[in-house]
């Protein structure tokens, strides 16, 4: 028997790693997507077992497929299809990165005002 395979760009977008199936083949082009040092192209074909890199700067979250799928599924089945074996530190940084961004604001104060965004500007230069 042999073993199942798909596309690329089809089985990041079954597996909500991106958006659009157009979305997941731009980010291959684009060489956002490896295996080891290999950059994928949209159409070459994963299979059960293969670890991918995705880049997110600056780091790259990496991901194990468990089983191939053909069709997008919803949310809650996606751990089923594929593994986030990403090191914790890498996962650490994009965190901090996260939280220590002067632009993110609190949720629910709405769009930042004019003296808002002029300080903002002041601050920056």
């Not at 042999?2 to 060489?31: G, H, I, Q």
Request: glycine share 4%; aromatic share 8%.
């Amino acid at each position: 028997m042999t073993n199942p395979t798909e596309r690329t760009d089809k089985f990041l977008w079954a597996v909500r790693l991106y958006k659009t199936r157009n979305k997941a083949a731009e980010a291959c082009k684009k060489k956002l997507v490896s295996i080891g040092d290999t950059f994928l192209k949209p159409s070459r074909l994963v299979q059960i077992g293969d670890e991918f890199k995705i880049k997110h700067p600056p780091v790259f979250r990496i991901y194990r497929i468990k089983q191939i799928l053909h069709n997008r599924v919803e949310a809650k089945l996606v751990q089923d299809y594929i593994e986030e074996i990403t090191p914790k530190e890498y996962l650490d940084t994009l965190d901090i990165i996260n939280k220590n961004t002067a632009l993110n604001r609190e949720r629910g104060t709405g769009r930042p005002t004019k003296k808002d965004r002029r300080d903002l500007q002041n601050f920056f230069e």
